[in-house]
């Protein structure tokens, strides 16, 4: 189950950097450090990101994750968003999605949708690899194109998707295409 804790860290990471999570961060940090579900080069690109939060002005880092996150399509975490748009296959898949966490007996306990990718690793977190890496599989065409949108803006957020590609045991991210310089040793303190 140590492995799984590996996908409440990533949803953490994916959610509103507010004071609380800032705090959270070297509890995520070593989670993530202990996880064997990454390689080395997925561990070291996790620690640029978490440097960054660190090291980052609350607002700053709140701002740039308004602008990543909140405005426009390509780096939405509403995943179905990527599929369907506003279109009202995306309510029947919302729907669908939903009856699956039901089934496992999970229930959405915030007010994000049920296609909001923290809310997906969270509920993925209480179920076994075999599933996990299934349903992060039907969708790693989503988390690749978020991924690389990230990369080619340059944000270390793309290291979580490229760390959900390997949970998945789906190709990464293209990291030379964006030109992205080779993974700097960064300490967490």
């Not at 579900?37 to 939060?53: S, W, Y």
């Not at 405005?71 to 669908?96: C, I, K, Q």
């Not at 306990?109 to 997906?120: C, F, S």
């Amino acid at each position: 189950m140590q492995d799984m804790r590996t996908l409440r860290a990533l949803a953490a990471l994916l959610g509103y950097p507010d004071p609380q999570l800032i705090e959270a961060l070297p509890e995520i940090a070593g989670v993530l450090a202990q996880s064997r579900l990454m390689a080395p080069e997925q561990h070291g690109r996790l620690r640029v990101l978490l440097a960054d939060l660190q090291a980052g002005d609350g607002l700053d880092i709140e701002m740039r994750y308004v602008d990543l996150f909140d405005r426009g399509r390509a780096t939405s975490l509403n995943l179905f968003e990527h599929v369907h748009g506003e279109s009202r296959d995306r309510g029947t898949a919302m729907v669908e999605l939903q009856q699956i966490y039901a089934a496992a007996g999970w229930q959405l306990t915030t007010g994000e949708l049920p296609d909001h990718l923290p809310v997906m690793l969270e509920y993925l977190s209480s179920r076994d690899i075999g599933e996990t890496r299934t349903m992060l599989g039907d969708c790693a065409h989503i988390l690749r194109s978020i991924g690389e949108a990230l990369v080619r803006r340059g944000s270390p957020y793309a290291a979580v998707f490229d760390a959900l590609l390997a949970i998945a045991q789906a190709p990464g991210l293209d990291w030379d295409r964006a030109g992205t310089p080779p993974v700097p040793e960064v300490p967490i303190d």
